[in-house]
């Protein structure tokens, strides 16, 4: 199972909106509805930011929003802020019943 | 307040056996719809999903290590086990164990590092 793939990097200034995308196939992001994303400081656990595509958990700002196109998903983050320079992966379950991850993006906030 | 924390050996040499245990609190391990999954990610490099299992057992184990590891759970002491057989330097990594709601990972462990080196 290949890794989905993200953009190494994007930047965005404070205010500003940014989008990662997360490309994979008809046997994972394209087939379910189970893509989610996660943001990850330096030296912490990952944390859930959106699931099943456009589900943000409780306690997470509404700024954090998701979408998905074909096999292609994307996290869009409004408003951009100083916090929420990090690396961002996305999620999804495949058609093997496994689970796999995309490449990782560094959000850096300009 | 759901927790989840990792335990094993911080250095294992190569082609030994590591053994990991995830301890839970906050859930039970017999929840529906719950499970457990193991994640790694090697210095500097992306998340790898490894395992999972789910309350009524069903395991699942990424297509690239299945030959080298085995899932189980012990409900009565809220753990969940991952072993992985002959293990090699590309292996050290932070390894996670994080819940499972049941198809995205919600709360997450601290992590545990494990180097593999003679």
């Known amino acids: 199972q290949s890794a989905l793939t993200q953009p190494a990097s994007v930047s965005g200034s404070p205010g500003q909106s940014i989008t990662i995308s997360c490309t994979g196939t008809s046997s994972d992001v394209g087939g379910y509805n189970y893509v989610s994303w996660y943001q990850q400081h330096p030296g912490k656990a990952p944390k859930l930011m959106i699931y099943?595509?456009?589900n943000r958990p409780s306690g997470v700002p509404d700024r954090f929003s998701g979408s998905k196109s074909g096999n292609t998903a994307s996290l869009t983050i409004s408003g951009l802020q100083a916090e929420d320079e990090a690396d961002y992966y996305c999620?999804?379950?495949?058609?093997?019943?496994?689970?796999?991850f995309g490449t990782g993006t560094k959000v850096t906030v300009l | 307040q759901v927790t989840l924390k990792e335990s094993g050996p911080v250095l294992v040499k190569p082609t030994e056996t590591l053994t990991l245990t995830c301890t839970v609190s906050g859930f039970s391990l017999s929840n529906a719809r719950m499970g457990v999954s193991w994640i790694r990610q090697p210095p500097g490099k992306a998340l790898e999903w490894l395992a999972h299992i789910f309350s009524n057992d069903e395991k699942s184990y990424s297509t690239s290590l299945k030959s080298r590891l085995t899932i189980s759970k012990d409900t009565s002491k809220s753990q969940v086990v991952l072993t992985m057989t002959n293990m090699d330097p590309v292996d050290t990594a932070t390894y996670y164990c994080a819940r499972m709601i049941p198809d995205a990972f919600d709360i997450w462990g601290q992590g545990t590092m494990v180097t593999v080196s003679s």
């Open positions: 999620s999804s379950y495949t058609s093997s019943s496994t689970y796999v």
């Open positions: 099943e595509v456009s």
